[in-house]
């Protein structure tokens, strides 16, 4: 399967943001899609992540209370709204698969990294 991360531009602290994620090729191995971020020098960071049905989710702290992950049937896409965006949220934000029944929102558990889209956020 591959991914690509779009949606990502330059923003000013507040505003709303929605990161797509397009998938292609076969999924049928595809247990969970997730969203992680890495900012210059800082290490990769958990976003969010949903299971491919769509029932299970998880967010970062970081993020928790201002993001909400989700399966976009009319698009064929995963989306990932961000509310409220501060500073510290710029940053590379890339879509990735787990292929691992047992999964965790942690970057050990996905592939198929992409490019990502820069998403910044200006004060």
């Known amino acids: 399967v591959q991914l690509q991360a779009s949606g990502g531009g330059l923003v000013q602290a507040g505003d709303s943001l929605t990161l797509s994620c397009a998938t292609s090729?076969?999924?049928?191995?595809?247990?969970?899609i997730g969203w992680f971020r890495q900012a210059p020098g800082k290490e990769r960071e958990g976003v969010s992540c949903?299971?491919?049905?769509?029932?299970?989710?998880y967010y970062g702290d970081s993020v928790k209370g201002r993001a909400t992950i989700s399966r976009n049937y009319a698009r064929a896409t995963w989306d990932l709204q961000m509310n409220s965006l501060k500073p510290e949220d710029t940053a590379v934000y890339y879509c990735?698969?787990?292929?691992?029944?047992?999964?965790?929102?942690?970057?050990?558990?996905?592939?198929?990294w992409g490019q990502g889209t820069l998403v910044t956020v200006s004060s």
């Open positions: 949903i299971n491919y049905g769509g029932g299970i989710t």
């Open positions: 990735v698969a787990s292929f691992s029944e047992k999964w965790s929102c942690s970057s050990q558990f996905f592939a198929s």
């Open positions: 090729g076969y999924t049928w191995d595809v247990y969970a």
